[in-house]
């Protein structure tokens, strides 16, 4: 940035929300040199304003005001496809850098956005998209560059974890969702979160740089974890383990096999210990082994960190490596145990049925768990089965859905094996 200091760079933030904010709050705080804060950009900006950004700041509702202004590097924080992507476009078809959060818009576009960074010649940088604060793109884009990564593994939405490992020591789910809206950590939407779809984007964005696969969002298995409740969590204990929304990507040749959805997790893994909006996120390189990137992945000062840190780096002349990417297949069969857990209304003959179903998919029962202390009028039970593949229990799980003393949906995950951890 020799030049820089001569010249500041101007910056220009799109959406005052909790991210914008507190990146204005860190540069109007920090007062990095060599950049200048120009304009704000909100709809009903007047609502908005606040009196400790510079005086010079143009506060707008219009985004040609930005646009066609001599800005030299939008951030967007506004989140979401439209209109958020279209700024993005005519940002950099405008040759500006722009630095984002936008997950949801890298996983589904983030190839040709990339394109057309790099035909104008100017920068899109977006490691505030996965993990917040914790520095995971650039510790995968330049760090490890020179590793071939094969697995991704890990926590990538704090909501998520912050809801289960308060349910973990006896918090129900709903409360606990609003407290992580209130503090900031939700999506507009909350449902991108809990539905596992906050994290399934990041996953997406996470395999293309870390395994160089261009993976289809859609494709990626994604469970809720709407459907976890209090006796879960007794059950995960009884077996060592806990409950936290784990997402995993491995390359075997041309396919991916990616899921994300609530999980067992054995006490000892690392990811058990994670707590609050904590993000953690393993990678097994095939040269330097295993690495762990671990700190708070949501709300508006962890978020706000990982984009002025691009916007420096860009001041500071950086470009991201190109690392190639190739269309992969994906499948969510993974080769693991599974935590079965039904809700019955008590009769004879209730295990003979599922072990039946199991069998004919041929999958073997490992072990069954029932606590005492519930009515026969609603009866939970745990099956746990030996590792198979997740299409055949699915079969086995629709056979068993027709059974009349069934009273709730059957909750099924994967139960993440301690051997395959880092
Ligand atoms: N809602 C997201 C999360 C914010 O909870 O992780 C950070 O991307």
């Known amino acids: 940035m020799s030049d820089a200091q001569a010249t500041p760079v101007k910056v220009a933030i799109l959406g005052f929300g909790t ?27 007047a609502r908005k304003k606040v009196d400790w950004v510079s005086a010079g700041v143009v506060w707008t509702e219009k985004i040609d005001d930005v646009l066609a202004s001599p800005v030299d590097v939008v951030l967007e924080l506004a989140g979401g496809l439209d209109p958020a992507g279209e700024w993005v476009r005519r940002a950099l078809e405008a040759g500006k850098s722009v630095v984002t959060a936008n997950k949801k818009l890298i996983a589904e576009h983030g190839i040709a956005l990339d394109k057309l960074a790099r035909s104008k010649g100017c920068n899109l940088f ?13 510790g995968l884009q330049q760090g490890l560059a020179g590793d071939q990564i094969l697995r991704i593994e890990g926590i990538l939405n704090g909501t998520c974890n912050f809801i289960l490992s308060k349910m973990e020591d006896g918090a129900e789910l709903a409360p606990v969702l609003k407290e992580a809206q209130s503090l900031g950590y939700a999506e507009a939407d909350p449902t991108e ?48 383990c806990t409950i936290r929304q784990i997402s995993r990507a491995e390359l075997h040749g041309s396919e991916v096999l990616a899921t994300v ?14 707590r ?11 040269y330097g082994g295993d690495v762990v990137f671990s700190g708070h992945g949501a709300g508006g000062h962890p978020t706000a960190v990982a984009v002025v840190s691009d916007l420096l780096a860009i001041v500071h002349g950086s470009k991201t490596i190109d ?26 003959g209730i295990i003979a049925q599922i072990a039946g179903a199991l069998a004919e998919q041929e999958i073997n029962i490992h072990a ?35 059974l009349d003393c069934l009273l709730e949906p059957t909750l099924d995950l994967q139960i993440l094996e301690p051997e395959a951890e880092a």
């Not at 977006?126 to 650039?138: C, M, R």
């Not at 609050?276 to 095939?286: H, I, P």
């Open 126 to 138: 977006y490691g505030a998209a996965v993990a917040g604060g914790v520095p995971v793109i650039p």
């Open 323 to 348: 690392l190639p990417s190739k269309k992969a297949g994906v499948s969510g069969d993974f080769l693991l145990r599974h935590y079965i857990r039904f809700i019955v209304k008590d009769r004879p």
């Open 368 to 402: 069954i768990l029932q606590k005492p202390g519930h009515t026969k009028a609603n009866l939970p039970f745990v099956v746990i089965v030996e590792p198979c593949p997740s299409s055949a229990l699915k079969r086995a799980l629709e056979k068993i859905a027709t």
């Open 276 to 286: 609050g909006t904590e993000n953690m996120v393993l990678v097994g390189g095939t």
């Open 193 to 240: 979160d809990v539905g596992g779809f906050d994290a399934r984007a990041k996953l997406v964005i996470l395999s293309r740089i870390a395994l160089r696969a261009d993976l289809t969002t859609n494709e990626v298995p994604c469970k809720s974890i709407t459907e976890i409740a209090a006796v879960d969590f007794a059950y995960a204990r009884e077996m060592g």
């Open 261 to 274: 959805g609530p999980m067992l997790v054995p006490q000892a893994s690392p990811l058990a210990w994670s």
């Open 19 to 45: 991210v914008g904010s507190s990146v204005a709050r860190i540069l109007s705080d920090s007062k990095p040199q060599g950049v200048e804060l120009t304009h704000i950009f909100n709809r009903s900006v």
